[in-house]
Nanobody, 126 residues
């Protein structure tokens, strides 16, 4: 049974940094593309970043490029999202997602992912 468990969310001020972690169990982690999505209040869930060891792809949403960094520790079955220079518009529930076979052209789409975590809340105050 695949489980993705996010942690690290919280309340911070604009300009601060925060690190999110997603621990994965029940899958061969190194074979999976791992991604972060987020859903702000009243908004649709949107792509944030992904990291695919299989294809070598690391992608970011334009809104976070240069501020967020996604990395993975295959030994610990963990994917990390380092978030710097946070803005109030980054406030959202952040979800971890995993896919065994998503192709590069679908990596920014929710439909490309098979497994999801329960989410962790990030709130950035101005």
């Amino acid at each position: 049974q695949v489980q993705l468990v996010e942690s690290g969310g919280g309340l911070v001020q604009a300009g601060d940094s925060l690190t999110l972690s997603c621990a994965a169990t029940g899958l061969t982690f190194s074979r999976y593309t791992m991604a972060w999505f987020r859903q702000g209040p009243g908004k649709e869930r949107e792509f944030v970043a992904c990291n695919s060891r299989r294809t070598g792809s690391i992608l970011y949403a334009d809104s976070v490029k240069g501020r967020f960094t996604i990395s993975r520790d295959n030994a610990k079955n963990t994917v990390i999202l380092q978030m710097n220079s946070l803005k109030p518009e980054d406030s959202a529930v952040y979800y971890c997602a995993a896919s065994a076979g998503v192709i590069v052209s679908q990596m920014r789409s929710q439909s490309g992912y098979d497994y999801w975590g329960q989410g962790t809340q990030v709130t950035v105050s101005s």
